[in-house]
């Protein structure tokens, strides 16, 4: 069992940055593929940012590509997703996730441990 805890959401303008975080605590982070998710009113809950075990190597949905930024230090047991330029159509909930499979999946079906989510708000 893994339990994650999301935070550093807000208010933001459009252009402004946010970094949010995600504390796990349970059993080896380090054994865990971390994602990103987010869910705006009224859609379905959509990938953002995810990053392998050891941080090697990272992916990301294409509409973030060059603005978000995942990272995670295992030491501290955290991920984290710097989110520069933001826009309003970044406006969602956004997910922590953690997967102990091998495959690297963008798909939210894959990750067994969400955190309870933390809300992003970017006003024009």
């Known amino acids: 069992q893994v339990q994650l805890v999301e935070s550093g959401g807000g208010l933001a303008q459009a252009g402004d940055s946010l970094r949010l975080s995600c504390a796990a605590s349970?059993?080896?982070?380090?054994?865990?593929?971390m994602g990103w998710f987010r869910q705006a009113p009224g859609k379905e809950r959509e990938f953002v940012a995810l990053?392998?075990?050891?941080?090697?190597?990272?992916r990301y949905v294409d509409s973030v590509k060059g603005r978000f930024t995942i990272s995670r230090d295992n030491a501290k047991n955290t991920v984290y997703l710097q989110m520069n330029s933001l826009k309003p159509e970044d406006t969602a909930v956004y997910y922590c996730?953690?997967?102990?499979?091998?495959?690297?999946?963008?798909?939210?079906?894959?990750?067994?441990?969400w955190g309870q989510g933390t809300q992003v708000t970017v006003s024009s």
């Open positions: 996730a953690a997967t102990p499979r091998m495959v690297i999946t963008t798909t939210a079906n894959a990750y067994d441990y």
């Open positions: 349970g059993r080896t982070f380090s054994n865990y593929v």
């Open positions: 990053i392998t075990r050891s941080g090697g190597s990272t």
